[in-house]
């Protein structure tokens, strides 16, 4: 304590000398928690957003014959199962694929005008996704048995609207499509459907954060007339209760192999990172009939992909081994969310190794000033050893010296990181026109850095301060009165 | 004016000891020996002089006695204790806690005031720095410089400083203070006023003092005077103290 008296004091003495000779730690610390940051709110977008790496989605094992992909192995309920007792798997949920032509035609109440395209969807177990939006319960297969109680129509009797308790049974009600009295038949949300002629729920659909990021980023001018117009930037509100129709066995590119086309109304029920990226997400019941109505009875049971839960990303590389040693193989997105991880973590070492250079090469310019200030204090260290002060004294004074500086140095250097974080955070806001998945900030502090940076700045000044501390306190006192 | 103070019989307590102390500078064709074969003993509360010309080897001599040189061959004992003997940190308390140093160029620290300057001991001792700071100011009342703490030595005159570094050189209540040309750098008046206060201190606190000095009257003022010449002991005799008269020096006007 009383020799940080003697520290403070000949801090405030040299503090010109001092101040000059760590604006190097103080730009290196800076560097070093700027580019740390940034490395990890990259790669937590990258990786967390864009990939969600600890998700594993497996696919079956295929080879390429030229034009045409042959799997040779297959995603059925046994192989499920089997995926599902890998060790760090916490949960398994299968993807199915519409194996048959489809289009969509809406869009009017939300954008100002009609569309038709094709559709891509799958279908996944709804259990899954049911907690993460806000009318989970909307989410499920209306198509499928409810039971009930007594006589009459809706919830009182435990029926979904547009259904009728008939024998402990839920049965649909039927309607007329070409009547105009169709509407009223059939209370909202239900519609009259034309091939069944009975009322029916729409479609429950969900669809991927990342749709409504490239369309609000890019597809409002694409799709607009091209007259400069925009089409307006929506948001998850206003997405969530949209209805389109849909067309199934029919599209653009044909007609199904068997089966008639059919026509539903399909509804938007939430958003989901385990939804299909480009398409919308339905549960698999509807994918599983539909593929077996216009496909074949075969493809009830025949998934596409698998998506595997890992318990932590740790977990991830172990799991991707056992899925190989099983023959199947990951999606092509695995293996581009390593190879973007691994650059990001690349370029980040590299800025880290550049702001270690520049601490270096300013721990080197602290071992300078403090051999000049030792030098000037020659008399002083042999008047102090006069007093009493022991070789370990001298060196725990100047090594005080340099670890309050690197104190200094180091809580400077990460205050100028964080303000310049927050300049590139506000120009990108204000300039930078919006992208895919544009972060509000690009940076993430962990305390962690920080306190790593801290630390670094302290042992870096210790260091070069270490070499002129021993020569300080090797010095001979009679030396030190006699030689200037 | 003059003063007296009573003469250590061989019976009084030895605070140094020397024996056979060779001493050399440089090696081989250029090793020159400074300070050859000798012994010498102190006694506790003496009051005396080391004098002899430039180069004959009082400040190496006195450097040796304050453990600030321990290259040399023979031996040397403070308070019992052999110095080469001592580890640094030892070595270190017995400066510390046994010896106070004075200096010709006071060598204060200019940086930190009169009674931080008096402290400056206790940094390197265990004692507490509310008593370290006590014991301070008495000493800075002790040495008349009490309306002179706060400053800095810079704001102080050569007397002034020397006072501040006698009350440093008293702080740890030490048995012996070597003091190297303590009056060089003052003028003849406050080098008499320095004298008065060495007496003083010598009579209140019952210190032992060596002085390097080849100013005659202030070996003058001191009972035992030792002769250096050559690195040997010219002569070692006990006299009467004479101080000189500080009426006859007009006191020098304070530093503005």
């Given amino acids: ?484 | 004016m003059s003063a007296t103070a009573p003469t250590p019989t061989p019976e009084t307590s030895r605070v140094v000891e020397i024996n056979g102390l060779n001493k050399y500078y440089g090696r081989g064709r250029n090793r020159n020996h400074v300070i050859k074969d000798l012994s010498l003993q102190i006694h506790a509360g003496e009051l005396l002089a080391i004098v002899g010309t430039s180069g004959s080897g009082k400040t190496t001599l006195l450097n040796i006695l304050g453990g600030l040189d321990r290259d040399y061959e023979g031996s040397v004992e403070i308070d019992g204790q052999e110095l080469r003997s001592l580890s640094d940190r030892r070595l270190s308390r017995l400066r510390n806690q046994t010896m106070g140093f004075i200096f010709q160029s006071f060598n204060l620290l200019p940086h930190i005031t009169c009674l931080e300057n008096i402290m400056v001991p206790a940094y390197f001792s265990s004692s507490a720095l509310a008593e370290s700071r006590r014991r301070a100011r008495d000493l800075v009342e002790l040495v008349g410089l009490r309306d002179k703490a706060n400053d800095r030595p810079t704001e102080l005159s050569g007397g002034q400083k020397q006072r501040v570094a006698i009350a440093r050189a008293m702080f740890s209540k030490p048995s012996i203070i070597l003091c190297d040309e303590p009056t060089g750098s003052l003028d003849q008046s406050t080098s008499v006023q320095i004298l008065t206060l060495f007496h003083a201190l010598n009579h209140t606190e019952g210190a032992t003092f060596v002085l390097v000095t080849h100013d005659e009257k202030v070996s003058g003022a001191c009972q035992r005077v030792i002769r250096l010449e050559d690195g040997c002991i010219l002569s070692d005799h006990r006299q009467v103290p004479v101080l000189p008269d500080a009426s006859s020096h007009p006191q020098p006007p304070m530093p503005s």
């Avoid at chain 1, 539909?290 to 992909?305: C, I, L, W």
């Fill in chain 1, 1 to 484: 304590m009383k020799l940080a008296r003697l520290v403070l004091q000949n801090l405030i003495r040299n503090r010109k000398n001092l101040f000059f000779s760590s604006i190097g730690l103080v730009v290196g610390i800076s560097t070093f928690v700027f580019f740390v940051a940034l490395g990890q709110g990259v790669q937590t977008v990258v990786l967390e957003d864009i990939f969600v790496i600890r998700q594993v989605e497996v696919v079956p094992r295929s080879f390429d014959l030229a034009i045409t992909q042959t799997s040779i192995s297959r995603l059925d309920p046994r192989a499920i199962d089997r995926l599902a007792s890998i060790d760090g798997v916490v949960k398994v949920y299968p993807k199915m694929k519409f194996t048959f032509p489809a289009w969509a035609t809406g869009g009017e109440e939300i954008l100002g005008k009609n569309f038709r395209a094709e559709v891509v969807a799958d279908g996944v177990p709804p259990e899954i996704i049911r907690d993460e939006i806000e009318r989970g319960e909307a989410f499920r297969d209306w198509d499928a048995d409810f039971t009930c109680r007594g006589e009459g129509t809706g919830a009182e009797v435990g029926c979904p609207e547009g259904r009728r308790c008939i024998d402990g049974h839920c049965t649909k009600l039927p309607c007329n499509p070409d009547s105009p009295e169709r509407f009223s038949l059939c209370k909202a949300p239900t519609y009259c459907a034309e091939d069944t002629r009975t009322c029916e729920m729409p479609l429950p659909t969900v669809v991927n954060p990342t749709l409504l990021a490239v369309y609000n980023s890019s597809l409002t001018t694409a799709l607009a007339a091209g007259d400069g117009a925009r089409l307006p930037k929506l948001t998850e509100d206003a997405i969530i209760g949209f209805t389109f129709d849909i067309e199934l066995g029919r599209s653009y590119l044909g007609t199904s192999a068997q089966g008639d086309p059919i026509k539903r109304r399909a509804q938007v029920v939430g958003f989901s990172t385990k939804a299909i990226q480009v398409g919308f997400t339905l549960p698999i019941q509807y994918v599983k009939r539909y593929n077996a109505r216009f496909t074949g009875e075969r493809m009830r049971n025949e998934y596409h992909s698998v998506i595997l839960v890992a318990e932590s990303n740790d977990r991830v590389a172990a799991i991707t081994k056992a899925v190989k040693e099983l023959g199947y193989d990951l999606d092509a997105k695995h293996a581009q969310a390593e190879r973007l991880g691994l650059v990001i973590t690349i370029v980040t070492l590299i800025f880290t190794f550049i702001s270690l250079l520049i601490v270096t090469i300013s721990a080197i310019n602290i071992a300078h000033t403090f051999l000049m200030i030792i030098a000037e204090r020659r008399r002083e260290i042999g008047i102090l050893r006069a007093l009493g002060a022991s070789r370990n004294h001298i060196r725990t004074v100047i090594l005080g010296e340099a670890a309050f500086l690197g104190v200094l140095g180091g809580t400077l250097g990460i205050l100028v990181g964080i303000a310049a974080a927050r300049l590139v955070d506000y120009l990108s806001a204000a300039y930078v026109p919006d992208f895919p998945f544009k972060p509000q900030s690009y940076f993430i502090f962990e305390t962690s850095h920080l306190v790593t940076a801290i630390a670094a700045a302290i042992l870096f000044c210790i260091v070069g301060a270490f070499m002129p501390a021993s020569r300080a306190a090797n010095m001979e006192p009679a030396r030190a009165f006699t030689t200037q």
